[in-house]
């Protein structure tokens, strides 16, 4: 009997799959919002069964829905914002490597050279041998 692991091979984890979960938490909104009315429509009956409650565990559950929603929404513009910076540079780069070292303009002011200080001579390399 062995309890030890046998060393397995490295995979790759696969990719997570893409979901829109805003259609689950706007499926659960929506049966908080029905029950809320079911609740405000039998109110009365609840609060002489002192389960006046309920009222109160609709509202917050259709309100953490919502809370919800607005989350992953954000979380969704902000992946499609990714996706599209992430294409963008890959087209940027797609197109300095066909077209070379970027060449400046004619009217662009000429690149500062290495400053050297005045009080210090230029150093050569020195060579190894």
Same mark, same amino acid.
């Given at each position: ?9 490295? *995979?790759? #984890?696969? +990719?997570? +799959?893409? #979901? ?12 908080? @919002? &029905?029950?809320?009315?079911? &609740? ?18 609709? &509202? ?19 992946? *499609?914002?990714?996706?599209? *910076? ?8 797609? *197109?300095? &490597? #066909? !077209?070379?070292? @970027? ?7 000429? !690149? ?11 150093? #050569? ?5």
């Amino acid at each position: 009997m062995r309890f030890a692991r046998l060393p397995m091979e490295e *995979r790759p #984890t696969p +990719p997570a +799959p893409r #979901t829109d979960d805003r259609v689950a938490a706007l499926a659960g909104s929506a049966v908080w @919002a &029905v029950s809320l009315v079911v &609740v405000l429509v039998q109110r009365e009956a609840l609060l002489a069964d002192d389960r006046g409650w309920w009222v109160w565990c609709c &509202v917050a559950g259709l309100a953490l829905g919502l809370v919800g929603l607005l989350h992953l929404q954000r979380r969704e513009i902000k992946h *499609r914002t990714a996706v599209r *910076r992430a294409r963008r540079e890959a087209r940027a780069a797609a *197109r300095e &490597v #066909t !077209a070379g070292p @970027a060449r400046p303009s004619p009217t662009a002011p000429p !690149a500062p050279s290495p400053a050297v200080a005045d009080d210090e001579p230029a150093r #050569t390399p020195e060579p190894r041998g």
